[in-house]
């Protein structure tokens, strides 16, 4: 690396000279050569035990997760590792206690895993992942708890300074910047921090020159380690995954998908409101990873239990031009109010659309979306469904109000029927297109409302499961740029998404929580 052997050689020698420099995850061991590490890094290092065979570290990021290597946990370096419970009981020392990892969550582009613990880590502060990537010539930190110069199994971490020799894609060439700073066996999976005290890394591979038990004739100090600083949004999702699983989905009643944590753009998914029985309402933050079972990183609650919200009948998501998105809700009174922006501090531009004790819209209004029904710049026409069958659009509400009705549809007794409506783009016209669920399961898609009731499109036929789907939300939740994944919240509580919903129906469903 820091020699003048290319690449190839070194890493060709590396792989044939087993006994000496293989993925550090291979034997078991215990860390850097070099002094003990500061307390904030020692407290956050884990002792990995894998299966009594192997003994890897690890850095706790999250209070209940661990970022390691994925190589602690294959057959063999390079092996491929499946996500789920390890395949040897694994316990992880951290914080002066010693609990079972559960769950691995691997990258398939790097050697890196995010190990799930049986619970969370108390008076322990997790380390940062840092959001760039440091440059050759910087100096960085590696911990660990493998061996040392003089210790086969030391009973703390310790650390020291290496220099970046190289930037990759997902990996960084290191070398010991002081004579006896190395890599050891057991240190596979350790932090490499920079000088802020930031995770860049994870150790991956080494020649251990000057570790306990190397022949005493190689002498490199060189080292790879797998980048993590890339990684934090998707970590971030990751982590977050099961705290949104847990949530009491049984009582969400209401449901809406939007950009209110940011603008559209970049790799950022939607966010959901979810309105729950008690009058809670949750923004879920939208993820920037692509990991399609974890779209959600965050939550941000907007506002308490027993709060006014206990009174919204319906609410759906509308852009009236402002940075984010705003809401339409309509009350169980009548009143009718658009909220122009919404964000992770709440509702903002409050606007009265109709005024309390309104009796149209109290008693005939049922069910309604919000969406780009006309050729108007904003994403702010309101579709509704009344009690006696009709159809209506009110068009550019940030202009008009209520005041512009067209009826899409007259008197009828088919659309009483219709249970939940939502708005997505499945079939690439210009205006969006309009999903009905009906009451005996029957799920439709209107291609391209403007105005008119076009075609339908059967996603779903009549007497299907989707009977029992009590809340639902379309949106762009596996990227930001099209609104064709449909978020259901099922009567038993579970909750799953189908990805790429098009003219075609449904495709993939990815469970996100379990029947509560």
Not at 45 to 65: F, M
Not at 180 to 185: E, F, L, P, R
Not at 483 to 500: E, M, N, P, Q
Request: net charge negative; proline share 5%; charged share 15%.
């Amino acid at each position: 690396m820091s020699g003048s052997r290319p690449r190839m050689a070194w890493t060709g020698g590396l792989i044939a000279a087993s006994s000496l420099a293989v993925s550090l995850a291979v034997t078991p061991a215990t860390a850097v050569s070099g002094p003990q590490a500061p307390d904030t890094v020692s407290a956050a290092t884990a002792r990995l035990d894998i299966g009594g065979q192997r003994g890897c570290s690890a850095t706790l990021v999250a209070p209940q997760w661990l970022l390691t290597a994925a190589s602690c946990f294959t057959d063999a370096p390079g092996g491929t590792l499946t996500a789920g419970a390890p395949k040897l009981k694994t316990t992880a020392t951290v914080g002066g206690s010693a609990q079972q990892v559960v769950n691995l969550v691997p990258r398939s582009d790097r050697d890196v895993v995010l190990a799930q613990l049986t619970k969370p880590v108390n008076g322990v502060t997790p380390l940062p992942v840092t959001g760039s990537a440091p440059a050759a010539g910087e100096e960085v930190q590696a911990a660990g708890f493998g061996r040392t110069r003089t210790e086969w199994v030391p009973g703390e971490v310790h650390a020291a300074a290496f220099t970046v020799q190289n930037t990759a894609t997902t990996s960084l060439d290191i070398a010991g910047k002081s004579d006896g700073a190395a890599v050891c066996k057991g240190d596979t999976g350790g932090p490499v921090l920079n000088t802020a005290g930031a995770v860049v890394g994870v150790s991956s591979l080494s020649w251990q020159g000057g570790c306990l038990g190397t022949d005493a004739s190689e002498t490199r100090t060189g080292a790879v380690a797998a980048r993590v600083d890339d990684l934090a949004a998707w970590i971030g999702q990751v982590v977050y995954a099961p705290v949104f699983a847990a949530a009491p989905w049984k009582h969400a009643v209401q449901l809406t998908a939007g950009h209110y944590t940011g603008p559209a753009g970049g790799s950022r998914r939607m966010d959901v409101i979810v309105v729950w029985d008690d009058g809670e309402v949750t923004l879920y933050q939208g993820g920037d990873g692509a990991d399609p079972a974890c779209p959600f990183s965050a939550e941000h609650r907007l506002q308490p239990p027993k709060s006014v919200w206990t009174h919204a009948v319906n609410v759906t998501s509308v852009n009236t031009g402002g940075a984010t998105d705003g809401l339409v809700v309509r009350w169980d009174d009548g009143e009718m109010t658009l909220y122009n922006t919404v964000d992770a501090k709440g509702f903002h531009g409050e606007k009265q659309l109709a005024a309390p004790k309104n009796a149209t819209w109290r008693d005939e209004a049922r069910l309604l979306t919000g969406g780009r029904f006309t050729t108007g710049a904003h994403r702010d026409d309101l579709l509704v469904d009344w009690k006696d069958g009709h159809v209506s659009l009110f068009s550019d509400l940030a202009v008009n109000g209520l005041k512009k009705q067209t009826r899409v549809l007259a008197k009828n007794t088919t659309w009483t029927y219709a249970t939940q409506l939502a708005t997505g783009s499945f079939t690439g016209k210009d205006a969006d297109d309009l999903l009905v669920r009906w009451i005996d399961g029957e799920t439709t898609v209107y291609p391209g409302m403007t105005g008119r009731l076009p075609a339908e499109i059967k996603i779903r036929p009549a007497k299907s499961y989707w009977a029992n789907a009590g809340a639902l939300t379309v949106g762009a939740l596996t990227g930001d740029t099209t609104a064709d994944d449909i978020l259901v919240r099922w009567k038993d509580g579970h909750v799953s998404y189908f990805t790429g919903v098009d003219a075609k129906g449904l495709h993939t469903e990815i469970q996100l929580a379990p029947a509560n």
